[in-house]
């Protein structure tokens, strides 16, 4: 009889306790939620995409397997982080860094007057009308930057905006894989 | 006054008779499926029912059947696509998965981190059934 | 000025409320007789203050004072009047406002109009309020001050959410708040009643009103929300496991077992424990509830501008709360001591099982609402929707469902197994018969949870008007008609519920103007879509015109509206309400050649939903001015116990 009297007591007690645990460290923690992409040590998936500028030759995903470690950066003309994100580009591009661009759901006229007011860092640049690169890579949203070695594996994702302030990351990414 | 109003009103509804080229999305329209049904019903329940368990990667949280969102509306077309041509389901919820982890599914998977949702049900109801009856039985006890 | 004098109000209220919880303990501790004859006093006074408080704020609103921090950030003066109103508890701080608010009112009038109980414990709940009061106030004062002014003053304001400006939103949150708060009284007289030691029969029948009130408001702002989520947010959907959502429920879950409790303790004085531990617990949830909307710890559609800091203010003040009251109840547990006996086949123990249900219901909300959270916390992300909470709380439900069709005809503390199962045996006939209907009658292949939930309903209908089976229809109490009512609106609500899962039918279709589509039998054309304007928004409006065997039955004008302040698209759908169901109609985005998108839904019996859920929260009502009605003190006697009678 004494047992099912402190049950009575227990179980909401332990309830409570659990309950205050999981809401303190949740407050504790950083409250966005961002959605890795799984592919990391996988192969990028082989993919032909057409031409997304008048100035840059197409990007087609076995061209990322050319031996040499490359940035390949996902923006669009309509993303507004992308302008932010652009002299950073800029400086890598210059600093030798090999950078392919995918540009989502855009229109080739956009995407080239894009590239005429922010810079254009890169070698190749594919147009994914349909989202299906991002698919294809685990990638949920612009901008993002995949950092693939010369097998085309995909190695480190960065998810939004490259900052001056993770230019170190990325340069220390592409070493390890093996620049 | 209102004369200037009532022309910017209807300025601003004959733009919107324009496609969108809003600031902050696509300017493409939708992909060819991402609101057309499959032709054959079966199918396109089949695609139903799995989009309604896909979460949508840019909302808050809803799924891909329930957002205007262009990568919902990408996927939704992927997804009817892919069942048109044969896949199954469970294959594309799979490779979903293998892309973006199990937070794309709300159906939960197989995943041992999701085990203890599964046995809350058992546990709490055989909990509460045993506390039902031993304190049935308790109370026959008490009576005799 | 208006600001000041609200603000003001409310540091005297909050100062009112530190004296209540002094001279509440004074008296109750001490026995101090001046104290005890001013606490009643002081919460009234308190009541009128805030009150005061929220009507100032208000007043601001609807003069759109701009040099108002709140006003300038929430409301605009294009904005139409209700919307101006409605506004003010339409954001964080104006929320917090009405909570108080309606606490301090309901303070007062548990001081002005509780006779049920004896003096000490009156006092004792009133001081229990003080105390939760307390901890609100500081959080209003010092986290989030409604009445902040802006200066230099805004020129106009931000605007208001446009999918918060509909009628919808003028009674979903004050219903919901005055359960919650409602519930914060049930929590009080529990704390009172365990100070006290006078938990018992008369306790019960002082607790009840309250608890029926709480209930009713929480049943009504819950099944309002959720009508209007389906036919705001344009996607058809009624309830999806978000947080926001499940925190709604969760107080309601612990309060539908309290009420449930609170009978059997005022019938039988028995489960004495269980009474206090679900208002405890059910207050609990409301205040879980609270911080799970404005911590923004979990991700939903529906979160209020979220801020850690003011999560963490909320953690503390439930914190104390509920681990006072635990404390309270392990100290004071011996001497709730055990009530009068009853055998497994009576109505009690079916209560008993039925509180167990609906814990587990609740405690699997609970878990499933958390459990991201947690797995975040180890690494991984997952996401539990509708898939996991339907597939573990239907069945439950329908479990409860079976519990139902036994429980209220049962007789209390004991009945004899033959007569109960020769009274069942009409629901249970019920639920074949439909069970083989439904199987023969469906145009497709029908899932086993909504087969299974249409046979329960049908047994639960059949059920319900048991107890009035061979009475005399004029003489049975009020409060009997609640409960079959009640009983009967949840048979209505999981048919519909069921029935919407179940039959549904869904077109998508890219429309020229002069496209006929066809659903369901009905036939939907698109004749033209024209631009629009309204007060603060331009829109394009669809004329579609349906007709039903070549008969025109209606228009509808579905719009795609766009809000200028702040600039937002919306969706306004039609629903065109026929006897069996409704057809749900939207128009989308304008696609190239001159088409437009339309999404044309056909949902049978899926306003059973709401209608079920009114006939539940009607019931209570019924209940609760029988119980008054019948309990109103007469001062020689005290009321007899209900146990007297066999069906009550």
């Known amino acids: 009889m004494k047992m099912k009297r402190s049950l009575i007591l227990w179980v909401p007690l332990g309830a409570y306790v659990i309950f205050l645990a999981i809401a303190s460290l949740g407050l504790n923690r950083d409250q966005q939620t961002v959605i890795q992409s799984r592919m990391i040590g996988k192969a990028v998936p082989p993919l032909e995409m057409p031409a997304a500028s008048s100035s840059k030759p197409t990007l087609s995903t076995r061209d990322l397997a050319n031996g040499k470690p490359r940035l390949l950066n996902i923006f669009a003309s309509w993303c507004v982080p992308c302008i932010a994100e652009a002299p950073v580009l800029m400086q890598l591009a210059q600093q030798g860094v090999p950078i392919d661009g995918v540009a989502i759901r855009d229109a080739r006229a956009d995407v080239d007057q894009f590239l005429t007011r922010h810079g254009n860092p890169y070698e190749r640049i594919g147009l994914d009308a349909r989202s299906t690169l991002q698919f294809y890579m685990g990638s949920s949203g612009v901008p993002e930057t995949f950092v693939v070695d010369g097998k085309g594996i995909i190695r480190y994702q960065h998810i939004g905006v490259i900052g001056p302030q993770d230019v170190d990351t990325i340069l220390q990414k592409l070493r390890e894989a093996g620049a | ?144 | 000025m208006i600001a000041e004098a609200g603000l003001a109000a409310l540091w005297l209220a909050a100062m009112l409320a530190g004296l209540q919880l002094v001279l509440a303990w004074t008296a109750v501790a001490q026995g101090n007789k001046e104290a005890l004859r001013l606490v009643r006093p002081v919460a009234v006074a308190q009541g009128v203050l805030t009150g005061g408080a929220m009507v100032a704020l208000i007043a601001l609103f609807l003069r759109s004072d701009m040099s108002v921090y709140l006003v300038a950030a929430n409301s605009h003066s294009m904005k139409p009047f209700i919307y101006k109103f409605a506004g003010a508890w339409g954001n964080h701080e104006g929320s917090m406002l009405l909570w108080i608010a309606v606490m301090s009112a309901s303070g007062a009038a548990v001081a002005l109009f509780e006779r049920g109980l004896d003096r000490r414990t009156h006092i004792a709940t009133l001081g229990a309020q003080a105390a939760i009061s307390i901890g609100f106030y500081a959080f209003l004062l010092l986290a989030s001050n409604p009445f902040k002014r802006l200066n230099p003053a805004a020129a106009d304001g931000q605007g208001l959410n446009p999918l918060l400006q509909d009628p919808g939103l003028a009674f979903h949150p004050p219903t919901l708040y005055l359960g919650y708060v409602g519930l914060s009284v049930a929590f009080s007289f529990a704390v009172g009643a365990l100070l006290t030691r006078e938990v018992n029969a008369r306790f019960a029948r002082a607790i009840r009103p309250w608890v029926l009130g709480a209930w009713i408001l929480l049943t009504f702002g819950i099944a309002a929300g959720s009508y209007w989520a389906y036919y705001e947010l344009g996607w058809g959907g009624w309830w999806f496991w978000d947080p926001v959502e499940n925190a709604s429920l969760m107080p309601w879950l612990a309060a539908t077992a309290l009420l449930h409790s609170v009978s059997v303790l005022a019938a039988r004085d028995a489960l004495r424990a269980w009474t206090i531990m679900l208002a405890v617990v059910a207050f609990a949830m409301s205040m879980v509830g609270t911080f799970l909307v404005r911590s923004g710890i979990l991700t939903s559609v529906h979160a209020f501008a979220v801020d850690p800091t003011r999560g963490s203010f909320i953690l503390a003040l439930l914190g104390i709360y509920i681990g006072g009251a635990l404390a309270l109840f392990a100290l004071r547990v011996h001497t709730v001591n055990e009530g009068a006996p009853f055998d497994p086949l009576s109505r009690e123990a079916m209560l008993v099982v039925n509180n167990l249900l609906l814990c587990v219901i609740l405690g699997l909300v609970l878990i499933g609402t958390l459990y991201p959270l947690l797995t975040e916390m180890l690494g991984t992300s997952v996401s539990v929707g509708p898939p996991y909470f339907n597939a573990v709380i239907g069945p439950v439900t329908l479990i409860m469902m079976c519990f139902l069709v036994i429980g209220p005809s049962l007789r209390w503390r004991r009945d004899d197994p033959k007569a109960a199962l020769r009274r069942t045996a009409p629901a249970v006939i019920a639920a074949v018969v439909t069970f083989g209907a439904v199987l023969l009658l469906a145009d497709r292949p029908v899932g086993w949870l909504p087969l299974l939930g249409l046979t329960a309903a049908a047994a639960v209908a059949v059920a319900s008007v048991a107890p009035l089976w061979k009475r005399n229809l004029l003489r049975t109490p009020l409060f009997t008609y609640g409960m079959v009512l009640a009983h009967l609106g949840v048979a209505v609500s999981v048919a519909g519920m069921a029935s919407e899962s179940a039959f549904s039918s869904e077109r998508l279709a890219a429309a020229a103007p002069g496209d006929s589509f066809e659903i369901s039998g009905y036939s939907v054309k698109l004749e033209k879509v024209m631009p629009i304007a309204g007060p603060n928004w331009t829109a394009m409006e669809a004329s579609l015109v349906i007709s039903r065997d070549g008969r025109v039955i209606a228009t509808a004008k579905p719009q795609a509206r766009f809000f200028s302040d702040p600039p937002t698209p919306t969706n306004e759908s039609v629903q065109i309400t026929r006897w069996n169901g409704q057809l749900y109609l939207v128009l989308g985005e304008a696609l190239e050649n001159g088409r437009w998108q339309l999404r044309i839904w056909w949902k049978p019996f899926v306003t059973l939903i709401w209608g079920g859920a009114a006939m539940i929260a009607l019931g209570g009502v019924l209940a609760l001015i029988g119980r008054v009605r019948r309990e109103r003190p007469k001062p020689d006697r005290a009321p007899a116990l209900d146990g007297a009678q066999a069906l009550a």
């Open chain 2, 1 to 144: 006054m209102m004369r200037l109003l009532t022309a910017l009103l209807m300025a601003l509804s004959v733009a919107m008779l324009a496609p969108q080229s809003a600031s902050a999305q696509s300017a493409l329209p939708p992909a060819p499926y991402a609101n057309r049904q499959l032709d054959d019903p079966a199918l396109e329940a089949k695609a139903s029912a799995l989009m309604h368990t896909i979460r949508c990667l840019t909302c808050q949280s809803q799924s891909i059947a329930d957002s205007d969102a262009s990568m919902a509306s990408d996927m939704r077309s992927e997804i009817r696509e892919r069942i048109a041509a044969g896949e199954d389901p469970e294959a594309i919820r799979a490779w979903l998965i293998e892309r973006y982890g199990d937070w794309i599914s709300y159906k939960p998977t197989n995943d041992p981190i999701l085990w203890p949702l599964w046995a809350a049900p058992v546990l709490l109801i055989s909990g509460g059934g045993w506390l039902a009856y031993s304190r049935m039985r308790r109370r026959k006890g008490a009576k005799a």
